[in-house]
């Protein structure tokens, strides 16, 4: 334990490439005849999309493609769908949302992606992304998870059976556990609020793929989740991740 236990300090390995300027990110990466994507995002919680304007964007200078939700459906480019689900645990079963990769007709949080534009240049894909007019038609959206929950609150997925309550995490005999909780003398509860835990690479979200061969660049360390996730729903038949020195 005075070795190997818990708690004990971790040697970092990456320092000197970092402070001697040798670490490698996604950004730093240049491939031949390489382009640049840039997403627009909602601004909008909750909202319909009425119409997207993308005219004067695809007359951008360096502009190469703006694609929509549009787009994406006719291509039948699937939907990015969640990494697991409690009953792939032995869980009851839960609405697995299916997020499409572009959205068409609504947005259901801020940062929903509804156009992509790519670019000859970074710069030219952002200016060009300023340029695209999407009309909202806000909608009631709900900040607070607890009334998030109640049966009253606006649905975010329509199909969801159980308003907004995606997925019940419950595991063993719920009619034993009633019992011993009937039985005993006393019964406490608590209150658990869990902060929202994310994990924040400092190059987040970014991928390079090379068109000429199915080898994409990440700094996610969940590879062959990112793999899988494209393979099923991409036109490409196979995909390999790999991940720069940045970590």
């Not at 004990?8 to 000197?16: F, I, L, M, N, T």
């Not at 009334?147 to 159980?162: D, F, I």
């Not at 009633?178 to 003398?185: E, L, N, P, S």
């Not at 406490?188 to 994990?199: H, K, Q």
Request: aromatic share 6%.
């Amino acid at each position: 334990m005075s070795r190997f236990g818990i708690g004990q300090a971790v040697r970092r390995v990456e320092d000197q490439r970092f402070t001697t300027g040798s670490g490698q990110f996604v950004a730093d990466l240049s491939l031949p005849r390489q382009c640049y994507g840039v997403c627009v995002l909602s601004p909008h919680a909750h909202a319909v999309i009425k119409r997207i304007d993308v005219s004067a964007a695809k007359a951008a200078p360096g502009v190469l493609a703006v694609l929509t939700g549009a787009d994406a459906a006719t291509d039948k480019i699937g939907g990015i769908p969640p990494f697991f689900m409690p009953d792939s645990w032995g869980g009851p079963p839960g609405f697995s949302t299916t997020r499409p990769v572009l959205l068409a007709d609504r947005v259901r949080c801020i940062g929903d992606r509804v156009a992509f534009v790519v670019a000859e240049t970074e710069a030219q894909a952002r200016d060009a992304s300023e340029l695209i007019a999407v009309d909202y038609e806000p909608l009631q959206a709900v900040v607070d998870l607890e009334q998030a929950a109640k049966p009253s609150a606006p649905k975010v997925w329509e199909q969801c059976p159980h308003g907004n309550v995606g997925a019940t995490i419950a595991f063993g005999d719920k009619a034993a556990t009633d019992a011993a909780f009937a039985r005993a003398k006393h019964v406490a509860g608590v209150r658990l609020i869990n902060n929202r835990v994310t994990a924040n690479p400092i190059e987040p979200r970014v991928r390079s793929a090379p068109t000429t061969r199915p080898t994409a660049a990440t700094p996610s360390t969940r590879r062959r989740r990112i793999r899988t996730a494209c393979v099923r729903r991409s036109p490409i038949p196979s995909f390999t991740f790999r991940k720069p020195r940045c970590a």
